[in-house]
């Protein structure tokens, strides 16, 4: 598993989806400068210490963001209000990336669910 595979994932992906991803990736890698790029159940995700911490995926009418943990997206209730989802996904548009604030608020609070009160 490797970023090459990413990349061909998004190479599957139509504009302006790509792009958006693309900017989702970037802030991820740029929050987890030592993660290692995957691909977990069948989309691109991200790992620590063999722990996978974030993940997304493009769909036909908007993109998701997973947390892998049916116990993160629940905290940001308020923050998330604006965006629809599952208990395990956060859906945004196909043309906007989730901001980088936000990111970080949900990676971390799986970085505290996986590593304990570490931080990042």
Request: charged residues 25%; contains cysteine.
């Amino acid at each position: 598993m490797s970023a090459k595979e990413i990349d061909d994932y998004l190479n599957t992906v139509a504009e302006p989806q790509r792009s958006t991803l693309q900017e989702v990736r970037n802030a991820i890698l740029s929050l987890l400068p030592d993660c290692e790029e995957c691909i977990s159940y069948g989309m691109p995700a991200f790992k620590v210490r063999g722990k996978v911490m974030a993940g997304f995926a493009a769909a036909k009418n908007f993109n998701s963001y997973y947390p892998h943990s049916g116990s993160i997206l629940n905290q940001f209730e308020s923050e998330l209000a604006r965006y629809t989802g599952t208990k395990s996904a956060l859906h945004f548009p196909k043309d906007k990336p989730l901001p980088k604030a936000l990111l970080k608020k949900l990676i971390d609070a799986k970085y505290e669910l996986c590593f304990g009160r570490d931080s990042l």
